[in-house]
């Protein structure tokens, strides 16, 4: 059973940054994704990457602002938010798929963080 453990979150003033990181043992063998859930809305896909990390994808409201990546040797993912901003605030979690290509579907995965929290507040 696949565990993943995100941190980093916290609470940012508007235009500062974070970086999220997605942790497991054996990362190597899924795409991962980053998702995200504001308070009152529905869970929402941020990014993916593929297995080899060749291949990225973004949401259109984080397009250019973030930068997803994945360090093998250290079995984790990462987030990097820059420019944030308040409607950036949500509970971001990181999920994993056994195939090699990323989705910004919930559906489409298998496994589950329990989430880590992003204030962006001034």
């Known amino acids: 059973q696949l565990q993943l453990e995100e941190s980093g979150g916290g609470f940012v003033q508007p235009g500062g940054s974070l970086r999220l990181s997605c942790a497991a043992s054996?990362?190597?063998?899924?795409?991962i994704g980053w998702f995200r859930q504001a308070p009152g809305k529905e869970r929402e896909g941020v990014s993916c990457?593929?297995?080899?990390?060749?291949?990225?994808n973004y949401a259109d409201s984080v397009k250019g602002r973030a930068t997803i990546s994945r360090d093998s040797a250290k079995n984790t993912v990462y987030l990097q938010m820059n420019s944030l901003k308040p409607e950036d605030t949500a509970v971001y979690y990181c999920?994993?798929?056994?195939?090699?290509?990323?989705?910004?579907?919930?559906?489409?995965?298998?496994?589950w963080g329990q989430g880590t929290q992003v204030t962006v507040s001034s």
């Open positions: 054996g990362l190597d063998f899924y795409a």
């Open positions: 999920a994993a798929r056994r195939n090699y290509s990323g989705t910004l579907y919930l559906r489409d995965y298998n496994y």
């Open positions: 990457i593929n297995r080899s990390g060749g291949g990225t």
